[in-house]
């Protein structure tokens, strides 16, 4: 039987496991990315594991969320990190060189290596060929350590791309178009393959936005073939050396295969509040529009910018609208600059950002009350955007331009032609913002700068044979990492400080619930389906674990997110039976005992003493992961081996 690419990348990298779907495997990883709003954490945890130097081949910080520095605490972030960077062998990308994953996409991922990062968007350089995912800033501290990353080993999806995109129908039709087949759980447990015929159409920044929205669909990581295409993106980047071939073997085994034809894909738009809310573009005509953001990580490459500037050239914005753009990169911005798109750009009304996430995580641009905001972004969870009754819409910059230029939702087909757009061979190259670490000889002379805005790391209690605790809440489906630990220019600059960032959490859902946490000492949330979706962040379990959160029982969990929880040292649980879920109220009293013996047998039997009824939870942990749970957290582990 042949392999599918990932399967292959993943043979390469295997440490340990066996590549049987559901095993545990552990993973060599060669590049790792941070960013600010998790970087701080993860250079914490990784000082205080008390290693000198990174092993990886390649680790990037960059400094791309917390760009607003409204007060010292972002600006002493920036220089904590550079610090760190430059002691222990880490490459920094300055504040204004770009997002994360466009700048690591055009400068350093190669195909067939690894790369995990501390944002749930790392999978962006499976657009190139590698097998890049999202981790908690603990599993990156570890990677960078030369530890391994360990995931459940994937089933394997392929998607086929049959004919040719249309006029106006772009890649993040695509992605919107996989959104509402698969929804934002129909990813879980899975990798994504991108094949058939129309991938050949499709460039490098095309097949990005795609790989980058997979996250979306809760998939592990989402991968196109490295190929002839591949290797025209890496030129244009002067890093054709970096280029191997990679694709499936003709006989490889795909757990679900799906077919979509470009040829018939219509511009799409997902609703409010979730990126599955897909329905055609079309079917919303007339709903009026108060702001259009261009940008992110998913859409803010060359070929995206080119496209606005080309629909915008000549033509001026809607007065009821306001339009922001931010390009991705220094790179991308630079050259707009140089050919004059940027010129089109501004003189149409648009608002120019810095090259940064900026609106997509609540840094500023936030809409207006009860705004409709639309945005070419990959997220659009209640309340992300900073304005709590602003209903964000996701689409294409092709819609977002229509929008702008009409002031409403309009297919953007009904904008005429499609303007020609040249992409240039050669990109311009200047990593002059990237600075290097110090010589491994000389870095002890590195000082690293603190500011008052690093509080310590908060310690994590070891899982015990009982615990006997009260719901401190109880939540639904599809519970978001935004929901949980928001962010947003207010909190953002508190992520090294924990005790301050607890009083937030859980704000979208219930505001009363840090208190009532904080009262109860310790306690348990219960959750539904999806628990954890979203964003890397390990703070959505840091900060309830300060607040005292020993357990969470849902009906299923988000990837990420439930190793992160075992990393804080919380016993993430599932029901067996879903309708369980009902037996339980917020404030009921649950006893779990025998702890040990039901994480070996893999079921551990829970009373609720308050209605007396009693639920089997799945607790199906490997060695390790128990050996974690009792330790009381991955810190605690790894400082105990
Ligand atoms: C996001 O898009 O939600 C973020 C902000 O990039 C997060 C990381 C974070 O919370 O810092 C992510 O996607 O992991
Ligand atoms: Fe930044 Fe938004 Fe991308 Fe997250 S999704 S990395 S906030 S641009």
Same mark, same amino acid.
């Given at each position: 039987m042949g392999y599918t690419i990932a399967q292959k990348i993943i043979k390469n990298h295997l440490i340990s496991g066996d590549m049987t779907v559901g095993s545990e495997i552990a993973l060599k990883i060669d590049q790792t990315l941070t960013q600010d709003a998790t970087g701080t954490m993860a250079y914490l945890e990784f000082e205080t594991m008390g290693l000198k130097r990174v092993k990886t081949e390649k680790s990037v910080a960059y400094i791309d969320h917390n760009t607003l520095q409204s007060g010292f605490e972002n600006a002493d972030d920036h220089r904590y990190i550079q610090s760190v960077a430059k002691k222990h062998g880490i490459y920094f990308s300055r504040p204004g060189n770009g997002i994360c994953h466009q700048v690591h996409l055009e400068r350093f991922g190669k195909p067939g290596k690894t790369l995990i990062g501390s944002d749930s968007h790392t999978p962006t350089g499976g657009g190139i060929?590698?097998?890049?995912?999202?981790?908690?800033?603990?599993?990156?501290?570890?990677?960078?350590?030369?530890?391994?990353?360990?995931?459940?080993?994937?089933?394997?999806?392929?998607?086929? +791309?049959?004919?040719?995109?249309?006029?106006?129908?772009?890649?993040?039709?695509?992605?919107?178009?996989?959104?509402?087949i698969l929804s934002v759980k129909?990813?879980?447990?899975?990798?994504?393959?991108?094949?058939?015929?129309?991938?050949?159409?499709?460039?490098?920044?095309?097949?990005?936005?795609?790989?980058?929205m997979g996250t979306e669909l809760g998939c592990t990581t989402s991968i196109f073939p490295s190929d002839e295409i591949t290797r025209e993106f890496l030129k244009s980047q002067g890093r054709e050396n970096d280029f191997v071939e990679l694709k499936s073997d003709d006989d490889a085994v795909y757990d679900k295969v799906i077919e979509i034809n470009l040829d018939t894909l219509v511009p799409l738009i997902a609703c409010p509040h979730s990126p599955d809310n897909v329905v055609e573009v079309a079917s919303l005509k007339g709903t009026k529009v108060d702001q259009v953001c261009i940008g992110s990580c998913t859409n803010s490459s060359l070929l995206d910018m080119l496209k606005v500037a080309a629909l915008l050239k000549g033509k001026t914005i809607?007065?009821?609208?306001?339009?922001?753009?931010?390009?991705?990169?220094?790179?991308?911005?630079?050259?707009?600059?140089?050919?004059?798109?940027?010129?089109?750009? +501004?003189?149409?009304?648009?608002?120019?950002?810095?090259?940064?996430?900026?609106?997509?995580?609540?840094?500023?641009?936030?809409?207006?009350?009860?705004?409709?905001?639309?945005?070419?972004?990959?997220?659009?969870?209640?309340?992300?955007?900073?304005?709590?009754?602003?209903?964000?819409?996701?689409?294409?910059?092709?819609?977002?331009?229509?929008?702008?230029?009409?002031?409403?939702?309009?297919?953007?087909?009904?904008?005429?032609?499609?303007?020609?757009?040249?992409?240039?061979k050669v990109f311009k190259i200047d990593d002059t913002a990237v600075l290097n670490p110090e010589r491994e000889e000389t870095a002890e002379k590195v000082d690293i700068l603190r500011g008052p805005n690093i509080k310590p790391f908060p310690t994590s209690k070891k899982v015990l044979d009982s615990l006997n605790a009260e719901v401190s809440l109880k939540v639904g489906d599809n519970i978001t990492t935004d929901h949980i630990m928001p962010a947003g220019a207010k909190i953002l600059p508190y992520r090294s400080?924990?005790?301050?960032?607890?009083?937030?959490?859980?704000?979208?859902?219930?505001?009363?619930?840090?208190?009532?946490?904080?009262?109860?000492?310790?306690?348990?949330?219960?959750?539904?389906?999806?628990?954890?979706?979203?964003?890397?962040?390990?703070?959505?379990?840091?900060?309830?674990?300060?607040?005292?959160?020993?357990?969470?029982i849902t009906k299923s969990f988000a990837r990420i997110h439930v190793a992160n929880l075992i990393n804080a040292g919380i016993i993430p649980l599932t029901f067996k039976n879903a309708d369980d879920y009902d037996k339980i109220n917020e404030g009921d009293k649950l006893s779990l005992n025998n702890i040990y013996d039901g994480m070996d047998k893999g079921i551990i039997v829970l009373k609720n003493e308050t209605n007396g009824e009693e639920i089997e939870l799945v607790c199906n942990f490997t060695d390790r992961q128990k050996s974690i749970l009792k330790a009381g957290g991955l810190l605690a582990y790894t400082k105990e081996n």
């Open positions: 060929g590698m097998l890049a995912m999202g981790a908690g800033g603990l599993d990156v501290a570890v990677a960078m350590g030369g530890g391994a990353y360990y995931i459940t080993m994937p089933k394997m999806y392929k998607v086929n +791309l049959k004919g040719k995109l249309r006029p106006f129908v772009s890649a993040k039709d695509i992605s919107l178009e996989i959104l509402r129909g990813g879980v447990g899975a990798i994504i393959e991108w094949g058939g015929e129309g991938i050949k159409t499709l460039s490098v920044p095309e097949r990005a936005t795609i790989t980058n809607k007065p009821s609208v306001s339009l922001s753009v931010s390009p991705g990169s220094k790179q991308v911005l630079s050259m707009l600059s140089d050919c004059g798109a940027l010129s089109d750009i +501004l003189a149409s009304g648009a608002r120019l950002l810095e090259c940064a996430c900026g609106p997509c995580i609540g840094m500023g641009f936030s809409p207006n009350s009860a705004g409709v905001s639309l945005r070419t972004f990959n997220r659009n969870f209640e309340g992300r955007s900073g304005t709590a009754d602003a209903g964000v819409y996701l689409v294409s910059p092709e819609t977002a331009v229509a929008a702008a230029l009409t002031g409403e939702i309009t297919d953007p087909r009904l904008l005429g032609e499609m303007p020609e757009i040249k992409m240039p400080n924990i005790p301050h960032l607890s009083q937030f959490c859980f704000g979208v859902c219930d505001k009363s619930f840090p208190e009532r946490a904080k009262e109860l000492g310790e306690s348990i949330v219960v959750g539904g389906i999806n628990y954890g979706q979203g964003s890397s962040r390990e703070h959505a379990a840091l900060v309830p674990m300060y607040l005292g959160v020993r357990a969470v």
